[in-house]
């Protein structure tokens, strides 16, 4: 009887914390279908340990889905696979301020696609480092023992982590919140399908460049003028959905990101309050070359 009510007050236990172990997971691995997966792992590891002696039962199930996460992370990096896949992520489920799942320009905002793009560029003992600690706040003696390090060694692979994620800017701080005040509403303008928003924000002899393969048929890779630039961004207005700004090689730039999958990238020159020049990137090999970092400048 006491290993029956032992085991009722685990799965009960679980379940109140299965949102935030799926939250964990998900920010680790990146694909909610993993996430499941690693969620349910858990359980049958934790189901069938001794917790008896356990105090904190959220932050042992955390240090078990962390150590089933990695372990995924480490196959997949075997197998050169990346999976960062947020189809499905119910982040109401996990998010006190999360709107419904279906409305992926919220959830972008949320999760931050441009932290998972960013994440997906780790290590897998660096991710699951940093996740664990700078999202999480589990403490390094336990993450330690999840990567097979010592705590030092640990905290280590969370700084480097934490200065790849947050990156460093190519221009003054205040350099940098300008450009975030430009492409911030270069981005809104194109998620809203406003052409007098577009106008106002680019530069009359405007030039953008794009990889060809990113480009219909009889599209050139190099269009110059606003109305022109700015009627060609209308067409892509359904990806702005999954657009977010992100610093690209030092300066304020968009990261495309349907599903949290790098789609393309996008560089800007920014003259005072307007944007004179775009680089659209997405041939893999050359956004493998990017040097990409969350943007922690918030416009104001």
Known sequence: MGDMAQSAELAGEFERSRGHLRAVAFRVLGSA????????????RASSADASNVVNVTGWLTTIVGRISLDMLRRRQRRNEDFTDMTGFDLAATESDAAGPDDQAIMADSVGLALMVVLDRLGPAERVAFVLHDLFAVPFDEIAE???????????????????????????????????????AFLAASRAGDLGALLA????????????????????GEVHGARRVAEQALTAAGLARFAQPALVNGAIGILVAPRGRLLRAMEFTIDGDRITAINIIGEPARLRRLDLATADIKSS
């Open 146 to 184: 999840i990567v097979g390090r010592t705590s030092a060694a640990a905290k280590k692979l969370a700084s480097r982590a934490r200065r790849r994620v947050h990156g460093k800017a190519a221009v003054p701080t205040a350099d940098l919140a300008r450009q975030r005040q430009v492409v911030d």
């Open 201 to 220: 924000v680019l530069a009359p002899e405007v030039v953008r460049r794009a990889d060809p393969a990113l480009l219909p048929a009889g599209v050139p």
């Open 33 to 44: 279908a993993d996430a499941d997966d690693a969620v349910q792992e858990a359980w049958l």
